[in-house]
T-cell receptor, first 111, second 115 residues
Framework: DAKTTQPPSMDCAEGRAANLPCNHSTISGNEYVYWYRQIHSQGPQYIIHGLKNNETNEMASLIITEDRKSSTLILPHATLRDTAVYYC????????????FGTGTKLQVIP | EPEVTQTPSHQVTQMGQEVILRCVPISNHLYFYWYRQILGQKVEFLVS????????KSEIFDDQFSVERPDGSNFTLKIRSTKLEDSAMYFC?????????????FGQGTRLTVV
């Protein structure tokens, strides 16, 4: 069975970069890597996604390895508001966006 | 910024009662979803809906659950006879159709408490 691996928890000092890793045991050529986060019990929030190139938006950067099985989400200057559970998901881009959540990484940003 | 809205934010109901959770997806979106999150557990997919019919459902979505798009803006989840174990946060989401790069937009959830 395909498996996604993320560390269960990480700490990051406020103002520093947070680097959250993710590994997929398998990923097909047309599956994208998506990242979502959930702050406390709020609705999950989309962060970024990519296929094989590195991506950057106003929230984060995404680094994807050449075999696409590993990715790293980078929050360049973590703030206390970034404390959340971060989910790495693989899915197909476009239209149908069923999200299958795992257990994610609980990021604690420390003052 | 467009958003998915859910009402009510908190619903308390007695076991065996029917509840309807309401969602207004983003206006140009055509895929709709319901998820639930039992306290302390992960977010679980319940059902997806497209073109006025269910496109996919999980094993959780049994006969006591139903979804409907009663008009052009609302998307509802009905639980016919609630059980204690239905207590959870229920999230509605929506996504665009025929867009190469898109994501799911989630509402803030309805906390359902069955007593």
């Amino acid at each position: 069975d395909a498996k996604t691996t993320q560390p269960p928890s990480m700490d990051c000092a406020e103002g520093r970069a947070a680097n959250l890793p993710c590994n997929h045991s398998t990923i097909s050529g047309n599956e994208y890597v998506y990242w979502y986060r959930q702050i406390h019990s709020q609705g999950p929030q989309y962060i970024i996604h990519g296929l094989k190139n590195n991506e950057t938006n106003e929230m984060a950067s995404l680094i994807i390895t050449e075999d696409r099985k590993s990715s790293t989400l980078i929050l360049p200057h973590a703030t206390l508001r970034d404390t959340a559970v971060y989910y790495c998901i693989k899915t197909y881009s476009g239209g149908y966006q069923k999200v299958t959540f795992g257990t994610g990484t609980k990021l604690q940003v420390i003052p | 910024e467009p958003e998915v809205t859910q009402t009510p934010s908190h619903q308390v109901t007695q076991m065996g009662q029917e509840v309807i959770l309401r969602c207004v997806p983003i206006s140009n979106h055509l895929y709709f979803y319901w998820y639930r999150q039992i306290l302390g557990q992960k977010v679980e997919f319940l059902v997806s809906f497209y073109n006025n019919e269910i496109s996919e459902k999980s094993e959780i979505f049994d006969d006591q659950f139903s979804v409907e798009r009663p008009d052009g803006s609302n998307f509802t989840l009905k639980i016919r006879s609630t059980k204690l174990e239905d207590s959870a946060m229920y999230f509605c989401a929506s996504s665009e159709d025929l867009v190469s790069n898109t994501e799911a937009f989630f509402g803030q959830g309805t906390r359902l408490t069955v007593v």
